[in-house]
């Protein structure tokens, strides 16, 4: 795989909802540039080009990021800060995709920059809608550097 | 005037050719029972922050806007300075910001993400599509997004 080419950052390590992220993003034809990893750390290292990341471009940037809140190693709230402090990665559109809708997740998403919040339908059809709208949006409407 | 606090979008253009069509396509996507159109950076600010003539607006998070659209080239205030102001307060910080702006310019891109815009649009040129993504947007952060209520 060349990670160059990413465009869609996964960081779920719920191995279920990363498959139905994946068939969601299959169903409406946006498949082709998905990363999935499993924990805040190795999201990290792949955003910041370390560890077996290290080869990667870092001037290459994903045009999505859809975090989960709750992740080993590092959580979702730390992955957030770090790619919103740094000037080289604050450009990456990070949307929190999360089954949380407390007030306290919300709130500091938010204060830590993050550009959207979406809480997981249950229903796998809502689910795969509102795939479809963010990728959509994320992916054609919205304009980075 | 209507109930300031049943705003859920604010909208911030000087161009009255270009706040009428985003008006026409919101209206086209039956959106724009809503809808409140300031004309400068500061009556923006104004409305926000609940000062001046919008004064005895509620700000609380119950009554915040659910989207923003914020030109760049503003009077009085301009753009950056306004997203600037939202996105340092606790209390405003939340609301979506969403930069419309016809600048495809690198520098005001990077200075708006730098200043924690939510969004970043480029406004269409032709008509259609300029409705086509007032839709998109409409639909996104209306329904889509999540905010905190209290």
Excluded: C
Excluded at chain 1, 34 to 42: A, C, F, K, N, S
Excluded at chain 1, 66 to 88: Q, T
Excluded at chain 1, 100 to 108: G, P, Q, R
Excluded at chain 2, 22 to 27: D, E, T, V
């Amino acid at each position: 795989m060349n990670y160059n080419e990413i465009e869609i950052l996964i960081v779920e390590d719920n191995p279920n909802d990363a498959e139905m992220a994946l068939r969601a993003l299959k169903k409406n034809n946006l498949t082709n540039k998905v990363l999935i990893v499993g924990d805040g750390e190795e999201a990290l290292d792949f955003v910041f080009a370390k560890g077996k990341f290290s080869g990667r471009e870092q001037t290459h940037r994903p045009k999505i990021i859809l975090l989960d809140l709750k992740l080993p190693k590092i959580d979702g709230l730390e992955v957030l800060e770090a790619i919103k402090s740094n000037p080289k990665t604050q450009a990456i559109p990070v949307i929190i995709l999360t089954s949380s809708k407390e007030e306290k997740d919300m709130v500091e998403s938010y204060r830590l920059g993050v550009n959207s919040y979406i809480v997981k339908p249950v229903d796998f059809d809502k689910f795969v809608d509102a795939v479809r709208d963010l990728g959509l949006y994320w992916l054609l409407l919205n304009q980075q550097p | 005037m209507g109930d300031y606090n049943q705003i859920e979008i604010l909208l911030v253009e000087d161009n009255p050719h270009d706040a009428e069509m985003a008006l026409r396509a919101l209206k086209k996507n039956n959106l724009s029972n809503k809808v409140l159109v300031v004309t400068d950076g500061e009556e923006a600010l104004d409305f926000i922050f609940a000062r001046g003539k919008f004064s005895g607006r509620d700000k609380d998070f119950n009554h915040l806007p659910k989207m923003i659209l914020l030109d760049l080239k503003l009077p009085k205030v301009n753009g950056i300075e306004v997203l600037k102001e939202i996105k340092s307060n606790p209390e405003t910080q939340v609301i979506p910001v969403i930069v419309l702006t016809s600048s495809q310019e690198d520098k005001d891109i990077v200075e708006s993400y730098k200043l924690g815009v939510n969004s970043y649009i480029v406004k269409p040129v032709d008509f259609d599509k300029f409705v086509e993504a007032v839709r998109h947007l409409g639909f996104y952060w209306l329904l889509l997004n999540k905010q905190p209520q209290l």
